[in-house]
């Protein structure tokens, strides 16, 4: 019999490839369940800038003929993608959440997303964003806010809000996004799914808008921590045109899925010796949020690894070395945008100094604006040593800090977000309270870790609440191996919000 | 304390125009974000190697392989202005 409409979504890749398999359903059928479900449904979460839906009709009728062929079907075929504002895709605009590129239709395609589309995967849309990833909940996007599936009240986290809201609600089944501070962990933890940022260097960043160079990666999206490893065994991997992506002698096979299904929890994380972040789990982290702590630790000694606190003393530095080199590096990224070569230009000034100010002063928004000031301002001639050099410093200071508690541990626990989410507008007003919010992210970033947020549990109003687990440079499928025993565990990822519960009524 | 006249040099500097509402705001804003900053100056930092980057990559080499670029027409597409096969701008000096 072949499966209704409404059974098609919410699902994971491995049902959907055996449904394609089995010739029980088409990818084209699969396509079309996933774009009735948005056109009833995003009105109200607003997760997309822009859907593709030429795009996808060619990739699902693509994925079909091989199937008729009788081809050995890839990895994501007939997988419904969602991609954030930030990654090139020709043909259609890559707005990055402003005004200055609200016409942009870039010339080139992202690797990770011509990956992604050379695994068969199908393209949904482009998800919304905070403006250039400058945001912890998607509120800073000069087209629209989203709004958590969970409730519509509050936010969906950021920057990377719409592709979590959209793997959330079940409007796709995986999500590229990426995470400078946190901008794919944070927003997975408020949307109750998993969301990680690979080691810095594993997923090629060309293509993406950059933000902060040393920090920027993409990362998936899933409603599972396999389809999280299947999409990143997908999209990593060595890029000619990404001079700062890891050599491909640095990852060995990439199969990041390899064992997570076959394997126990116990055989999963045995032998494993996991410390919990002192610094991350004090002040400033919600009572609610430092339980799950407690509780995920505890199922993580249950299942045979070895639990203890560890000190990570510059961690609670985080906040404003990330600030200063995000923001430095940002200014000087950002310069691109004049006015010359793409995106808007004010058409009325007379020369061209002129024509920069106007361009970016009206193409920008006032957080950008924020940032580009206060990243110019730490490179600015007398301030570079007392406020960028000593950034850098403190950032080797906590990469030594990490390496020292990596020696002797495998993995690290801390919480994804001090809270569950936020309510729509509740921090807007105070730039300040809005970092706040990455404090448990950012160490990974500047690091150059690997980090994954996974549910793991319920908060104030029944809100998520997600762990994150961090890991050493290049141990990403250990990360992987644990988040996935955690989740065989628990029943907290089975759990799905009001949108993908009314699908299809 | 950051005081008008850095908003105003720093935003000259970046190629931003501000009204005076923005100025006052940014002042406040940006002020309190700094001082925020100053914590790092308890940090004993003498002798450290700043870090500029997750890895430690120094030269990346290539194969020197010709490649065919995507030519200047489709990079044009995107101009605001353009003049046969040049980007236009406003006039850059009198």
């Not at chain 1, 909940?137 to 519509?152: A, C, D, I, L, R």
């Not at chain 1, 394997?263 to 996991?274: H, M, N, R």
């Not at chain 2, 720093?10 to 005076?20: E, G, P, T």
């Not at chain 2, 190697?49 to 027409?73: I, Y």
Request: charged letters at 25%.
């Amino acid at each position: 019999m072949a499966a209704t409409k409404n059974e098609l979504v919410g699902r994971s890749t491995g049902d959907l490839r055996k449904l394609l398999k089995d010739k029980s359903v088409s990818s084209v059928e699969i396509l079309r369940a996933h774009q009735d479900h948005i056109a009833h449904l995003d009105k109200d979460i607003q997760a997309f800038l822009c859907l593709t839906p030429e795009l996808a009709e060619k990739q699902a009728k693509n994925v079909d003929a091989m199937i008729a062929r009788g081809d050995e079907l890839p990895a994501l075929a007939g997988i419904p993608v969602a991609l954030k504002d930030n990654m090139c895709v020709p043909g259609y605009k890559t707005t990055c959440g402003s005004q200055i590129l609200k016409d942009f239709e870039p010339p080139h395609q992202s690797t990770a997303v011509t990956r992604l589309f050379d695994a068969g995967a199908i393209c949904i849309g482009k998800t919304n964003m905070d403006e250039f990833a400058m945001g912890s909940s998607t509120e800073n996007s000069s087209f629209q806010p989203t709004y958590n599936p969970w409730n519509k009240s509050y936010v969906p986290g950021g920057s990377s809000g719409g592709s979590a809201a959209a793997v959330s609600a079940g409007f796709s089944v995986i999500a590229l996004g990426s995470d400078t501070g946190g901008s794919i962990r944070q927003p997975a933890s408020l949307c109750g799914v998993v969301g990680m940022k690979p080691t810095y260097g594993t997923v090629s960043r060309f293509g993406l808008v950059a933000y902060a160079s040393s920090l920027d990666q993409i990362g998936p999206f899933a409603r599972s921590v396999e389809d999280a490893a299947i999409t990143l065994s997908v999209i990593a991997g060595h890029d000619k045109r990404d001079s700062t992506s890891l050599s491909k002698y640095s990852f060995g096979e990439i199969n990041y899925a390899k064992g997570l299904k076959d394997s126990s929890a116990e055989e999963l994380v045995s032998g494993l010796k996991i410390g919990i972040i002192k610094e991350l789990n004090g002040d400033g982290i919600d009572a609610d949020v430092r339980k799950t702590v407690q509780e995920t630790a505890e199922i993580f000694t249950k299942l045979g690894a070895k639990v203890e606190e560890v000190s990570i003393p510059t961690a609670k530095h985080a906040l404003p070395v990330y600030y200063i080199i995000a923001t430095a590096e940002a200014s000087a990224n950002l310069s691109r945008y004049d006015g010359v070569r793409y995106g808007f230009r004010d058409e009325n000034a007379e020369d061209i100094v002129s024509m920069y100010m106007a361009t970016r002063s009206q193409g920008f928004g006032a957080e950008v604006k924020r940032r580009i000031m206060l990243g110019t301002y730490a490179l600015s001639s007398g301030y570079y040593d007392a406020y960028y050099k000593k950034a850098q410093q403190v950032r080797r200071l906590m990469k030594d800090d990490f390496n020292k508690v990596f020696s002797t541990y495998d993995l690290v626990l801390c919480p994804t977000s001090p809270t569950v989410a936020f309510k729509v507008g509740e921090k807007t007003a105070d730039p300040l309270t809005m970092y706040l919010t990455d404090i448990a992210t950012i160490p990974a970033n500047l690091a150059g870790l690997p980090g994954i947020s996974v549910p793991a549990g319920f908060g104030a109003q029944g809100l998520p609440i997600g762990i994150q687990i961090l890991g050493n440079t290049l141990s990403d499928a250990i990360l992987l191996k644990a988040a996935a025993a955690f989740e065989k565990t628990t029943e907290f990822h089975t759990k799905q919000p009001p949108v993908l519960l009314a699908q299809g009524k | 304390m950051i005081t008008v006249e850095d908003v105003e040099h720093v935003a000259k500097l970046a190629r931003l125009r501000l009204s005076a509402d923005e100025k006052k705001l940014y002042t406040e804003q940006l002020g309190k974000i700094i001082d925020f900053f100053a914590e790092l100056n308890a940090i004993d930092t003498t002798g450290v190697e700043p870090m500029s980057h997750a890895l430690s990559v120094t030269n990346v080499m290539r194969e020197d392989e010709v490649e065919t670029p995507p030519g200047h027409e489709i990079l044009l597409k995107s101009a605001p202005d353009r003049d046969d096969a040049f980007f236009r701008v406003p006039k850059i000096g009198d």
